[in-house]
């Protein structure tokens, strides 16, 4: 059966980085394109970065922020976050969508087949 394990989640100052990691186990990595989510309280959860096997494709809110990579031999995909900013508070949730098509057509939850737990980020202002 298919799991997406999040870690690396946590509290960290407005302006600082924090690195999330989500884990992939019971299905061949490199055939799925994966995605980063975030759902802040109260509100829909919203799409942050995507990575398919030859591109990646970010959110404007965090484009030129936060940088999404794979380690294809290790089932792990990566956000790594930086200058983080209040409202980025949220639970990150990583998701896994069967494609090899180019990461920018794969922008909504529906499309995903495939979701972790979610890890929570909170960020201080």
């Known amino acids: 059966q298919v799991q997406l394990v999040e870690s690396g989640g946590g509290l960290v100052q407005a302006g600082g980085s924090l690195r999330v990691s989500c884990e992939a186990s019971g299905l061949t990595f490199e055939n799925y394109a994966m995605g980063w989510f975030r759902q802040a309280s109260g509100k829909e959860r919203d799409f942050v970065a995507t990575i398919s096997i030859a591109s990646t494709y970010y959110a404007d809110s965090v484009k030129g922020r936060f940088t999404i990579s794979r380690a294809n031999a290790a089932n792990t995909v990566f956000l790594q976050m930086n200058s983080l900013k209040p409202e980025d508070t949220a639970v990150y949730y990583c998701?896994?969508?069967?494609?090899?098509?180019?990461?920018?057509?794969?922008?909504?939850?529906?499309?995903?087949?495939?979701w972790g737990q979610g890890t929570q980020v909170t960020v201080s202002s």
């Open positions: 998701a896994a969508v069967r494609t090899w098509g180019p990461a920018s057509l794969y922008i909504r939850s529906s499309q995903y087949q495939y």
